[in-house]
């Protein structure tokens, strides 16, 4: 797991990765994050020899790395993980904007260079995420 300053974030969030970006914003004390955070390993796995990404950035305060690096192990979460290391909630919320609150979960998809093609607030419906993925113009569901 690597940490993030809030350049890094920002860099991440405008996805220069050539790949269709599925950015999940989770931390370890609050259950509904713990509770679906294995469907994101399971979409990983499912497109992840396409043109897809997973990312997960822990929100958990910095001292806190060990406790976040501990849970994404126990997960098997072979993806780039990463943990914000900043203490400042709301520079944090400016850098990731779409009309965030600070709440989490928060689900972003985004397509090469940075526009968010689906924002999700709250926990995700699996299914829902899925199609979402193959609805995209860069994915389909044909591979």
């Not at 509904?32 to 958990?60: T, W």
């Not at 406790?67 to 098997?76: D, E, G, I, S, V």
Request: negative net charge.
């Amino acid at each position: 797991m690597e940490k993030l300053d809030l350049d890094k974030l920002g860099a991440l969030l405008q996805n220069p990765s050539g790949n269709l970006l599925l950015v999940n914003f989770w931390a370890t004390w609050f259950g509904p994050c713990i509770v679906e955070y294995p469907e994101f390993i399971e979409i990983q796995r499912m497109y992840g020899d396409r043109d897809f990404e997973f990312a997960s950035v822990s929100l958990d305060n910095p001292d806190a790395y060990e406790k976040a690096l501990k849970f994404l192990k126990n997960k098997h979460s072979a993806t780039r993980n990463y943990l914000v290391d900043h203490e400042d909630k709301y520079a944090i919320i400016e850098v990731v904007k779409n009309d965030w609150d600070g709440s989490l979960p928060l689900t972003l998809l985004i397509e090469p260079g940075g526009k968010v093609y689906e924002r999700i607030p709250g926990t995700i419906d699996p299914l829902d995420l899925r199609r979402k993925i193959v609805d995209h113009p860069m994915m389909g569901r044909y591979y």
